[in-house]
């Protein structure tokens, strides 16, 4: 089974960055739309953004203009640039794949183990 391995998280002051990546090793061919999501305590898993194949994106209203998803579809890769952080963005945060192509045939709905965010006042 495909996993998606992610990085970047971490404690950081309100108003701080923080940068998230999220790939996906091996023999990949094709990855379909890719997104973060995230889950604080109490509280359920919730859409920050996501970005499709071809680039199109789609965020939360919560973290327009503060928050910028890409990726490198060479690299497998998609990131989240997390600008002016606040304490309420505190959360475990996930990456999701909606399809992933290997030499194993498509996987759906690929999920990461999850990384913590946390923002500190």
């Known amino acids: 089974q495909v996993q998606l391995v992610e990085s970047g998280g971490g404690l950081v002051q309100v108003g701080g960055s923080l940068r998230l990546s999220c790939a996906a090793p091996?023999?990949?061919?094709?990855?379909?739309?890719m997104g973060w999501y995230r889950q604080a305590p109490g509280k359920q898993r919730e859409l920050v953004a996501t970005?499709?194949?071809?680039?199109?994106?789609n965020y939360a209203d919560s973290v327009k203009g503060r928050f910028t998803i890409s990726r490198d579809n060479a690299k497998n890769t998609v990131y989240l640039q997390m600008n002016s952080l606040k304490p309420e963005d505190t959360a475990v945060y996930y990456c999701?794949?909606?399809?992933?192509?290997?030499?194993?045939?498509?996987?759906?709905?690929?999920w990461g183990q999850g990384t913590q965010v946390t923002v500190s006042s």
């Open positions: 091996g023999s990949i061919f094709g990855i379909r739309t």
């Open positions: 999701n794949a909606d399809r992933i192509g290997s030499w194993k045939g498509y996987e759906y709905d690929v």
């Open positions: 970005i499709t194949e071809g680039g199109g994106t």
